[in-house]
């Protein structure tokens, strides 16, 4: 799941959140905000398949799969504090989000090509991984080569904005500081976390 290449409007729809938010995509879920399929008397879902929507959420949200979430998940057991919060906390630490946080991607599957591409540097060094684990003071920056500069500056100054209070952008240097490590209140994923917690101790 960490690259959906289907179409992302059904997934919104079919989860009921905006968990692709490409322009497209948003239009589209909209238009219909009911499930996909054919028109008919639904019955009422169970526990578990609420639990197991709750649980695509993140996995689609973040783009991990599922070996990728349940590590997650072991680590935020072996974590103080409730164990939800701190599996979406390793999540909004991940590299990708990071940079879709901080405003140089419209999309985490964009925040995660350039990852993958090398396109950033993490404290001056140049990553390809999209899951690297970002911690406070770690300085994220775009590779100093003139398209990666005109690429990523555009981005910031189409309007793609930093909307994360943890990160401070530098529109100038084209480079972000976590100043923080994220919280609870920080996440921006409707989701019922609880029942993801349930869903994997199974």
């Known amino acids: 799941m960490g690259r959906h290449t289907g179409p992302k409007a ?4 079919r989860l009921g959140a905006m968990i692709f938010e490409s322009s ?3 239009r589209a879920a909209e238009r219909r905000d009911y499930p996909p399929g054919m028109s008919q008397r639904r019955r009422k ?3 578990y398949a609420i639990a197991l929507l709750e649980k695509q959420k993140i996995k689609y949200y973040y783009g991990l799969r599922e070996r990728q979430l349940r590590r997650y998940f072991e680590a935020a057991k072996g974590m103080q ?3 939800g919060e701190q599996l979406l906390m390793l999540c909004e630490r991940r590299l990708d989000n990071v940079i879709r946080r901080a405003g140089f991607a419209d999309t985490r599957p964009q925040a995660r090509q350039g990852a993958s591409h090398g396109h950033f540097q993490v404290n001056g060094r140049t990553v390809t991984v999209p899951s690297i684990r970002i911690n406070a003071g770690d300085v994220i920056s775009v590779r100093n080569r003139p398209n990666l500069k005109t690429l990523y500056g555009s981005l910031l100054d189409s309007g793609s904005t930093n909307d994360a209070d943890w990160i401070d952008v530098d529109t100038d240097n084209l480079s972000a500081t976590v100043t923080a490590l994220p919280t609870a209140e920080d996440v921006s994923l409707p989701v019922d976390v609880g029942k ?3 869903f994997l101790s199974r």
């Open 81 to 83: 504090g409730n164990t």
């Open 45 to 47: 879902p169970s526990n």
């Open 24 to 26: 497209g995509a948003v």
């Open 196 to 198: 993801v917690v349930v």
């Open 10 to 13: 059904r997934i919104n729809r």
